[in-house]
């Protein structure tokens, strides 16, 4: 990006700089009453009475091929470097407006300490009105996380739904807990949908493992945390609420694509610490 703005319109940015530097040799024994700034001078020399090499109109033109070009050395020695760093500070505070605007901030590390501090009590509440839930299918698999390399996504690779009874849950995992409106139980860093836990209690937002490390936060708190940090940073547009529905992930997958991520759509182990929330 900084590449484009310091080159684009190379040839019109070259003449408006040469007028410049020519126009701009108020040297001494230049007029003194000459205080407009470079630009506006080379801007205004037709109608002030000056040509393009700043000379007055009238003036004898033959002037010997030396000293023509002993006087464009001079300005171009001279005044040229001041011209092409104007252009360049210019043209890269453009560009970082450009990339602010493009590209994610880090989020600052008091602000997602305070805002977990904040959620310390948050609790979500189903809402499928809002947030319709998902629905249970044996065969689901996460959408293209065949293509995600690397460890981290072996979790989101291997993810398929099972449904089991209340027992079965609690002969195999030491947590089960109802979050929002159905049972999860947590394996290793990551909270599951507990499906079959509870017929009674099966709201869903999401289908798949969420990332919030081995502390074993409830997952409707760390996903209101990455809400609420991501809302800051004009991500997310949505409401607070703790379920990992679609505008959360459409937020994520921004996100994830400005930082350079695998885009998951959801909150993994990668996206949790470059949030600084791991």
Known sequence: MKEQGATHQPGAMK???????RGAMNQP??????????????????????DAS???????????KEQQVKERKQGQGVK??????????????????????????KPDPQQVQQIKSQHANFRAQPKPQQVPPVTYNQNYR???SEQWQGSRYEVFRSYHPEWHDEGWYHSHYSQVTLIGGGYYFFNNGYWFPAWGYSPSAQYYAYDGPIYVGQHAEPPDKVIADVQ?????????KGE????LG????????AYQADQGLTQTAAIDEPTLDALGMS
């Not at 003449?15 to 530097?21: A, K, Y």
């Open 54 to 64: 700043g000379h007055a109109a009238g003036m004898p033109t033959k002037i010997g």
């Open 228 to 236: 609420a940090v991501l809302q800051q940073m004009g991500y997310y």
């Open 80 to 105: 040229q470097p001041a011209t092409e760093a104007g252009a360049t500070s210019v043209g890269g505070q453009q560009n970082m407006q450009a990339n602010a605007g493009a590209k994610a901030k």
């Open 29 to 50: 024994g230049a007029g003194k009453g000459q205080k407009a700034p470079v630009h506006q001078e080379s801007a205004t020399a037709p109608a002030t009475g000056t």
């Open 246 to 253: 679609p505008m959360t992930r459409e937020a994520l997958t």
């Open 142 to 144: 996460i959408q293209g």
């Open 240 to 243: 607070v609420d703790g379920l």
């Open 15 to 21: 003449e408006r700089g040469m007028t410049n530097e």
